[in-house]
């Protein structure tokens, strides 16, 4: 049965559902980027309960049950907190299957979308039980960092195909650009699991000059050690034990590589959605080129400033800003007229 409120219904929940993902991303940056992934060393609850140990009794006894993670209350709150958020999701995820399922002879209800993202988000909670029960094993880590831009990404996808937001048009100049935006999609995914990577490892701090990394990095590449996903044998995962100085400095130094083209290839992109024929696309010229310089800028500022946390923060949502502008370019390209 077809019902038009089920169908307004599912496009407030996935427009909701954007913005809960949003803060679960910059929460979750935050997590990782103030040392708290264990802040929490047990799954789902903290400590053994649903909320942090907060009171002098609840934090002895916490200390005692695991005395190889005492108790940080500092970090035990940004943990459980994106937890509660990325629950929160979940059952938005959860309500938007169900109403797609309910509605899915409505010619614009995608339920299949739907009921892929409910499987994802599925993936997505087994990812952040094993980030805690793998002791931040890096490929886990740089899974699920991939994994909520994913939902994010089909969040996004679900939306425009609810709301019919980029109806077909006709632009022979944006046409000729699809290649190249698939290639700026695939590059900007590509980024973004090198910045995953280089979180996973620890691996912000070990270039301190710029463009690449520090005299005589070139020298000193450790791609086999650096990019091993399997074998590492380490109690935990954690400031990267497992790793040595080159091997880290690679990582980095990689991710800048992949900076700079991206740099070129989405710049190009930028440039060439600015002469096309219609306002749309001249208009996502400019947000192309904006996110993209908001987020090289970011970057700048890490490396003059140290990596303080909010910048690496946003730079980390700067990414999945330019990805959202990139999923949403190339959906529009592949309307048809």
């Known amino acids: 049965m077809v019902n038009q409120k089920l169908q307004t219904i599912s496009t407030y929940l996935v427009g909701f559902g954007i913005l809960l993902a949003c803060f679960v991303i910059i929460l979750g940056s935050y997590t990782r980027l103030v040392d708290a992934g264990l802040g929490c060393p047990d799954w789902p609850g903290c400590y053994g309960t649903i909320l942090p140990p907060t009171t002098d009794t609840a934090v002895a006894n916490a200390n005692i049950r695991f005395p190889e993670r005492p108790v940080v209350l500092d970090k035990t709150w940004p943990e459980m907190i994106h937890r509660y958020l990325a629950t929160g999701l979940g059952a938005v995820i959860l309500l938007v299957s169900a109403c797609s399922l309910l509605n899915r002879r409505h ?14 988000v599925i ?25 909520g831009f ?14 019919q937001i980029f109806p077909p048009i006709r632009d022979q100049k944006a046409s000729k650009l699809k ?3 698939l290639i ?33 990095w070139s020298n000193a ?12 044998n380490a109690e935990t995962f954690e400031f990267a034990p497992h790793l040595s100085a080159n091997a880290q400095m690679t990582i980095h130094a990689t991710h800048r590589i992949g900076a700079c083209i991206v740099l070129a290839i989405i710049g190009l992109l ?10 749309r696309y001249r208009l996502f010229g400019i947000v192309v080129l904006s996110a993209l310089t908001l987020q090289i800028a970011l970057g700048i500022f890490n490396v003059i400033f ?29 309307k048809k007229a």
């Not at 700026?184 to 691996?203: D, M």
């Not at 930028?270 to 306002?279: A, D, P, S, V």
């Open 270 to 279: 930028g440039i060439g959605l600015l002469r096309c024929e219609t306002k």
């Open 150 to 163: 994913t939902i994010i990404s089909i969040l996004s996808l679900l939306f425009y195909r609810l709301t």
């Open 179 to 181: 290649i190249l935006g």
């Open 221 to 232: 590449l450790e791609f086999g050690e650096a990019f091993q996903i399997f074998d590492h």
């Open 107 to 120: 010619p614009a209800q995608p339920a299949k979308l739907a009921l892929s993202l409910l499987v994802l």
């Open 306 to 334: 140290h990596i303080p946390v909010w910048v690496a923060v946003l730079h980390n949502f700067g990414g999945a800003l330019l990805l959202l502008v990139m999923v949403a370019l190339n959906y529009s390209l592949r």
């Open 184 to 216: 700026g999609f695939i590059v900007v995914v590509l980024q973004i699991a090198l910045g995953g990577w280089t979180a996973a490892n620890y691996a912000a701090h070990t270039c301190i000059d710029l463009p690449i990394c520090q005299e005589g």
């Open 123 to 147: 993936l997505q909670g087994m990812l952040g039980m094993w980030t805690v029960t793998m002791k931040l094993y890096p490929p886990v880590v740089m899974g699920h960092l991939l994994g």
